[in-house]
């Protein structure tokens, strides 16, 4: 989901919004994004997508920073358009993606810009159009939605505009969109229910989904979280080690990470390797990444005849 600053227009014009489009579009063909439901509102934007060859903040950057360039251009303003960073929840599959499909879809009629399920059916600037076949979108993923209404095309087609009709009478859904133990478990009702029996689960502002879910994306964020200190901890020990090193040689700590092959940076980096591999447990391929070289030299490095040296550094 992404806002204007103070609430101001983000798209002006058709150009605005066949721009934007053109941008997602793009991201999807290259397989940077796999979206499923969307809705160009004035000032705001939704869009439910499953992410794909690289992270959702390259594929974010690239969307709203060419748009933002292009659109401060045609509309002759300066400075920022979207209102701080865009804001992302993760999902779980069941069953928030046909939900989450409606509800963006509503947004149109929700807020008046059209009045009637028939306006919406032909309303160009969401993907209900494109999933009922009315609006040619080669680069939205329609038949990820549709595939929970049937295998056949025509009848799943009708079997969705009932699905979307029939959410019509709930208007906004907060619990959709907003946080904690309402968006985790899906309502105030099933909040108030389990605290009445002290029943504890887990929740999570930034994930719509069943305690289990959230619990399982916290755990897998938490092991990357620990992986990425680790390989941290792992470089810093490196560094360390390479500087105290380069103390006693007469060669440079840049010299020790380049490919030069004078003597005495040879030996250096072979005391290195032998230490860094041998009495610190790294593995060939980080040392290698650490020194610019390859595994394999590493490796013949560090098996090669220790030198009186090591012990001097280690």
């Known amino acids: 989901m992404g806002r204007g600053v103070d609430r101001v227009k983000i798209f ?9 489009l053109s941008r997602l579009a793009d991201l999807c ?3 940077d994004i796999i979206i499923y439901a969307w809705s160009l509102m004035p000032n705001h934007f939704h869009l439910l997508i499953r992410t794909g060859r690289q992270p959702l903040s390259h594929s974010m950057r690239r969307l709203l920073t060419g748009y933002v360039v292009n659109f401060n251009l045609r509309h002759k ?8 960073r865009y804001k992302s929840i993760i999902c779980e599959d ?3 993606l046909l939900e989450l499909t409606r509800y ?3 947004n149109p009629l929700r807020a008046n810009i059209v009045k009637t399920l028939g306006e919406l059916n032909k309303y160009p600037w969401t993907g209900h159009s494109a999933i009922i076949g009315r609006v040619k979108r080669q680069w939205q993923d329609t038949d990820t939605p549709l595939s929970y209404f049937g295998k056949r095309r025509k009848g799943a087609i009708e079997k969705y505009k009932g699905f979307i009709k029939e959410g019509i009478p709930e208007g906004r859904r907060p619990e959709l969109v907003g946080g904690g133990l309402v968006r985790s478990l899906g309502g105030w009702s099933q909040v108030l229910s389990l605290r009445r029996i002290s029943d504890k689960v887990v929740s999570d502002e930034r994930i719509l989904g069943s305690s289990e879910f959230v619990q399982s994306i916290i755990s897998e964020a938490e092991e990357k979280e620990k992986e990425t200190l680790r390989l941290s ?4 020990g490196l560094s360390s080690l390479a500087k105290k090193l380069i103390k006693g040689e007469a060669i440079s700590y840049a010299e020790l990470r380049s490919g030069n092959r004078e003597k005495g940076v040879v030996k250096a980096r072979r005391v290195f390797c032998q230490i860094a591999v041998k009495k610190m447990g790294y593995s060939g391929a980080e ?3 650490f ?3 390859t595994t394999s030299a590493v490796n013949r490095l560090a098996v090669s005849e220790e030198l009186p040296d090591l012990v001097r550094y280690s």
């Open 104 to 106: 963006i879809h509503l």
């Open 233 to 236: 901890r792992k470089i810093s």
């Open 77 to 84: 303003r300066y400075g920022h358009l979207f209102q701080n």
């Open 291 to 293: 020194l610019g070289v």
């Open 12 to 20: 002006k014009s058709k150009v605005d919004k066949n721009d934007f």
């Open 287 to 289: 040392v290698a990444r």
């Open 94 to 96: 069941d069953p928030y």
């Open 29 to 31: 063909e290259k397989g």
